[in-house]
């Protein structure tokens, strides 16, 4: 005996799936096609697709995988099981999240809107045909609490399982005498770029210059819109496992603040923590606006005016969408030089207004060119966009130089730079000092090498321009910092181990430099090549030994007097990172099994911590 029926095809933009399945699935359902329509119906139920959208009337409802970014009912949220958003026909929830049905189960969804405002790739529809008599919001309650807990939790969506699903729908529903129908609708453009974004990214959570031509190929192909683009890029950085972890954490921490709308000190210097984290680890700052914005939507956890500096934006980038052509204005580029310093003044804040502005802008140009289908819009903001792109390119590559270690910094980064510079130079010659290279070197967590690097290449970039160096003789100046960094990080391993092992010979000079001698032969038979030299060992010894006294006399101290400003004097002067002291402060509590939240004290007093 016929199971389940399958049928399979291509309407305008979308690809469809039909399944239906039932006791009764060889008989009791028909449908009708016509070049592009097809409409199938059963026993007072009806679906039909075309090459617009979909309408339907029946017993049922749509449900799809819960995207990054996708705003979901708070009662989803906190429920970190519930992994689908599903919608039962005529229902909708009130102001309280509470679930009304109605008996008006009929309506119709365009594919534009459909794939917008669910899963940017596959949505799913389904009704149940039986002989059920009555009130049609009885049945649609019926149907929710037979199928509701297991639509919104499977991963089977995920998994793109579809004969599983199927059955196990089935087998929920516990109807031998029903027949239901399932339609899967596919957006083939969406998921192409999907897949080979996801495929591109989860390499190296960076996109080659190639593989970004090869996705902007797709988005032509198919026009795909940019703010759709936008979300299946948040969802699938999300889904990547080294970036989930953080942003996780990120979500929780603002949940907790919505359950008590407010937030502890404590609790907004994890989150500027987390953030540091999201920076060290390459993890795109958009991912935290994004969780800011679904979640404080709506919320005042903290009451904000937006300064002067965000009004001005918006209404700088809004004057694009002026109806009346007199009214509007080609930006100057005077106040593209206002937005790069707005970008980078909400960054150095953590101001995710800006960002949001931007995101706005998008959206709206997107529904503008939609209404009008006048590209105009997008060509006069992509114009600007162009020189935020840029300003995040030449801060990727600073941000890597200045905080990680081993990054493999080449003539072609270099250039990079000096192209982008270039560019920012037509605008204001400081902008590229003021917006980067000033800001990079007043963070508090850049390293003293950090530092060095960064001072390296502002003045290896004014040599060249001048004449006086080049591309090579930079990255050659450069390359020699990182290896003598690398080299530190060695010998202050070694050497800290003999000290904590209270070594012999450290008290002395001669004892010192027959402690250096072994260093150096271990290094060497380790593979790295080069003599310590005494410079480099006296500096490592003399940052030892301010650890050991700060460990020793002034922690205790700032711990028992809850003295920040001691600690704050001690990490301003001493040359220390102030990430590797924060480091051994941790390793110190731990060891000692002293309370942390001592710990969150001080980096709450002395400001953000890593």
């Not at 469809?16 to 070049?35: C, K």
């Not at 958003?85 to 102001?95: H, P, T, V």
């Not at 890029?233 to 990120?250: A, G, W």
């Not at 969780?291 to 918006?314: A, M």
């Amino acid at each position: 005996m016929i199971s389940d029926l399958r049928l399979h095809g291509n309407i305008g933009a979308v690809e469809y799936f039909a399944f239906v399945v039932g006791s009764g699935a060889y008989n009791t359902y028909f449908y009708e096609e016509e070049r592009s329509k097809i409409r199938l119906f059963s026993r007072g139920n009806e679906f039909t697709i075309n090459d617009q959208g979909i309408h339907h009337k029946g017993t049922g409802g749509s449900f799809c995988e819960y995207m990054f970014g996708v705003e979901k009912p708070f009662k989803d949220l906190i429920k970190k099981s519930v992994a689908n958003r599903l919608i039962m026909f005529g229902a909708f929830l009130d102001d309280n999240e509470k679930v009304i049905f109605t008996n008006n189960i009929e309506g119709k969804e365009s594919f534009y809107r459909l794939f917008l405002q669910g899963h940017a790739v596959k949505n799913y529809y389904f009704f149940v045909s039986s002989d059920f008599s009555g009130e049609y919001k009885r049945r649609q309650k019926h149907i929710l609490r037979a199928v509701g807990k297991f639509l919104k939790r499977t991963d089977l969506l995920a998994e793109d399982l579809d004969t599983e699903f199927v059955e196990g729908f089935h087998a929920e529903m516990k109807e031998q005498n029903s027949t239901i129908f399932i339609f899967k609708l596919i957006h083939r453009g969406n998921r192409n770029f999907y897949k080979a974004f996801s495929e591109f990214y989860s390499r190296e959570r960076l996109l080659t210059t190639n593989e970004e031509l090869y996705l902007e190929d797709i988005v032509s192909r198919y026009d795909i819109d940019r703010y759709q683009m936008e979300r299946m890029k948040i969802d699938i950085m999300y889904r990547h496992p080294d970036n989930k972890r953080v942003v996780d954490e990120y979500r929780d921490i603002l949940l907790g603040g919505i359950r008590k709308d407010t937030l502890q000190h404590s609790e907004y210097a994890k989150l500027t923590r987390l953030r540091t984290l999201g920076i060290r680890n390459n993890i795109p700052e958009v991912l935290f606006e994004t969780l800011d914005d679904l979640l404080l939507k709506g919320k005042k956890i903290q009451e904000v005016e937006e300064p002067e500096y965000l009004r001005e934006s918006r209404s700088m980038l809004q004057s694009l969408f002026f109806k009346d052509q007199s009214l509007k204005r080609h930006i100057i580029d005077e106040d593209i030089i206002r937005l790069i310093k707005a970008k980078s003044k909400a960054e150095s804040l953590g101001d995710k207004g800006f960002e949001q502005i931007l995101l706005d802008t998008v959206r709206a140009c997107d529904e503008m060119v939609h209404e009008t289908n006048d590209y105009g819009y997008f060509e006069e903001f992509t114009s600007i966009a162009t020189y935020f792109d840029r300003c995040d390119n030449v801060a990727a590559i600073l941000s890597k130089i200045a905080f990680l270690e081993n990054v493999e910094f080449t003539e072609d980064s270099l250039r990079s730079l000096m192209g982008n510079k270039k560019e920012f130079d037509r605008l204001d010659t400081n902008i590229f000092h003021d917006v980067f290279i000033k800001t990079l070197l007043e963070n508090r967590y850049i390293t003293g090498y950090g530092r060095k690097k960064i001072y390296a290449i502002s003045k290896g970039i004014q040599r060249i321009s001048a004449g006086d160096a080049s591309l090579r003789d930079v990255v050659s100046e450069l390359n020699k910092i990182a290896e003598e960094e690398k080299l530190y990080n060695m010998v202050h391993t070694a050497l800290k181990e003999r000290m904590r092992s209270f070594f012999p010979g450290l008290d002395t000079k001669k004892g010192r430099d027959k402690i250096r001698e072994d260093i150096t032969r271990e290094l060497s038979e380790k593979g790295f090549a080069g003599e310590v030299t005494k410079r480099l060992f006296d500096k490592v010894f003399l940052d030892l030994r301010k650890e050991s006294f700060y460990l020793n006399h002034l922690l205790p101290l700032i711990i028992e007097k809850k003295d920040i400003m001691l600690r704050e004097d001690f990490l301003n002067n001493s040359g220390i990172d102030r990430f590797y002291i924060e480091t051994v402060e941790k390793e110190y509590f731990e060891k000692r099994k002293i309370d942390p939240l001592l710990l969150e004290h001080l980096f709450i007093g002395g400001g953000e911590r890593i």
